[in-house]
Nanobody
Framework: QVQLVESGGGLVQFGGSLRLSCATS?????????MSWYRQAPGKQRELVAS???????NYADSVKGRFTISRDNAKKMVYLQMNSLKPEDTAVYYC????????WGQGTQVTVSS
């Protein structure tokens, strides 16, 4: 059973930084997974923030380009989201997602940016 566990969320001031981490277990082919970060703000739909393939190709939502960086360590089965220049509109629950034939989700970690 593939499990994803996020960490690193919290409260940060406008313009600050946070680094989210996602630990993956239950698979020996982590490098085959496309890993992504999604977020969901209150009253809004869950949206894709960034994704990264096993080979390191990345994709970002327009709203976070130039501020957020997704990365992964296949040996450690970890994926990260470095978030800089945070804005109040980045406030949301952030979810780690892994996809290989099926979608797998973490439980989410809250990120709150105060103005």
């Amino acid at each position: 059973q593939v499990q994803l566990v996020e960490s690193g969320g919290g409260l940060v001031q406008f313009g600050g930084s946070l680094r989210l981490s996602c630990a993956t277990s239950g698979t020996n082919i982590f490098s085959a997974y496309r890993m992504s970060w999604y977020r969901q703000a209150p009253g809004k739909q869950r949206e894709l923030v960034a994704s990264i393939t096993g080979g390191g190709n990345t994709n970002y939502a327009d709203s976070v380009k130039g501020r957020f960086t997704i990365s992964r360590d296949n040996a450690k089965k970890m994926v990260y989201l470095q978030m800089n220049s945070l804005k109040p509109e980045d406030t949301a629950v952030y979810y780690c997602n892994g996809f290989f034939r099926y979608d797998y989700w973490g439980q989410g970690t809250q990120v709150t940016v105060s103005s």
